[in-house]
Nanobody, 115 residues
Framework: QVQLVESGGGLVQPGGSLKLSCSAS????????MHWYRQGPGKERELVAS???????NYADSVKGRFTISRDNAKKTVYLEMNSLKPDDTGVYYC?????????WGQGTQVTVSS
């Protein structure tokens, strides 16, 4: 059974930083691409960052240069380090993995950027 558990969200002031974690189980973690999505208030869910099994990364234009996705295969964990946070970064952040034809999601972690 695939399970993804996110943590690390919270309230932060503009310009601040947070580091999200997503712990995975039930998959051969090292071979799977992992993704971070977010959904802001009144907005559609959007892809923020991806990392392949070989650690190639890709970012949404809105977060390039501010966010860094990484993975620790030994811990079966993917991270999203977020710097220079803006109010527009506010939302629920979800970890995701696609296995065969099924996409799995974590429960999400809330990130609020506000003064």
């Amino acid at each position: 059974q695939v399970q993804l558990v996110e943590s690390g969200g919270g309230l932060v002031q503009p310009g601040g930083s947070l580091k999200l974690s997503c712990s995975a189980s039930g998959i051969i973690f090292r071979i799977n691409a992992m993704h971070w999505y977010r959904q802001g208030p009144g907005k559609e869910r959007e892809l923020v960052a991806s990392i392949t099994g070989s650690s190639s990364t890709n970012y949404a234009d809105s977060v390039k240069g501010r966010f860094t996705i990484s993975r620790d295969n030994a811990k079966k964990t993917v991270y999203l380090e977020m710097n220079s946070l803006k109010p527009d970064d506010t939302g629920v952040y979800y970890c995701s993995v696609r296995v065969l034809s099924t996409t799995y999601w974590g429960q999400g972690t809330q990130v609020t950027v506000s003064s």
